[in-house]
């Protein structure tokens, strides 16, 4: 079955560059649209973009000057950056599968946190 | 401000039935994209529990339902268990402005 992982740092300073990456298992990275989406502590889930395969993106409006999400196809891997960061941007992000904007997302990585603080 | 509203939280006894609102508007449910839920069990990642408004993934006992009408819908969990004490996130497509990917608020169940 498809599985996802979420690496990268756990903190971030203010006003740098968030950077994870997601690898997938399981399937190939043609199959899905490959999704983030984050969780402030104690609050509810935020979609931040999705890509496909191709390069095509789609980006929530609230996040996209300063969010980008990359495909390396060689590497079943996407990635997700997010620069200009505040503590706002504290969070457990996941990634995900879905087949598009309209459907159900599944599965998701199990989550990493990522604390913005000096 | 979630696109897509629920209540904060719900609660019932063991055995019982509850059932979880979510209301969106004429960009999303109302226009008739599907709606899914998820559970999010604690310190978990969010789990397919219902798929376009009605179907359950395979594994997802029959005790939890979905259903659909206007610009809302519902999960309904019978034979209410400790286990099921969790979030619960409503999904859906909106076609307006907003992000095309639109979650609830959440709501949070507790088994008294």
């Known amino acids: 079955q498809v599985q996802l992982q979420e690496s990268g740092p756990g903190l971030v300073k203010p006003s740098e560059t968030l950077s994870l990456t997601c690898t997938v298992s399981g399937a190939s990275i043609r199959s899905y649209y490959w999704s983030w989406i984050r969780q402030p502590p104690g609050k509810g889930l935020e979609w931040i973009g999705y890509?496909?395969?191709?390069?095509?993106?789609?980006?929530n409006p609230s996040l996209k000057s300063r969010v980008t999400i990359s495909v390396d196809t060689s590497k079943n891997q996407f990635s997700l950056k997010l620069n200009s960061v505040t503590a706002a941007d504290t969070a457990v992000y996941y990634c995900a599968a879905s087949f598009g904007s309209g459907n159900w997302i599944d599965p998701w990585g199990q989550g990493t946190l990522v604390t913005v603080s000096s | 401000q979630s696109v897509l509203t629920q209540p904060p939280s719900v609660s019932g006894a063991p055995g019982q039935r509850v059932t979880i609102s979510c209301t969106g508007s004429s960009s999303n449910i109302g226009a008739g994209y599907d709606v899914h839920w998820y559970q999010q069990l604690p310190g978990t990642a969010p789990k397919l529990l219902i798929y376009g408004n009605n179907n359950r993934p395979s594994g997802v006992p029959d005790r939890f339902s979905g259903s659909k009408s206007g610009t809302s819908a519902s999960l309904a969990i019978t034979g209410l268990q400790a286990a099921d004490e969790a979030d619960y996130y409503c999904h859906s497509y909106d076609s307006s402005l907003s992000a095309p990917v639109v979650f609830g608020g959440g709501t949070k169940l507790t088994v008294l």
């Open positions: 890509i496909y395969y191709s390069g095509s993106t789609t980006y």
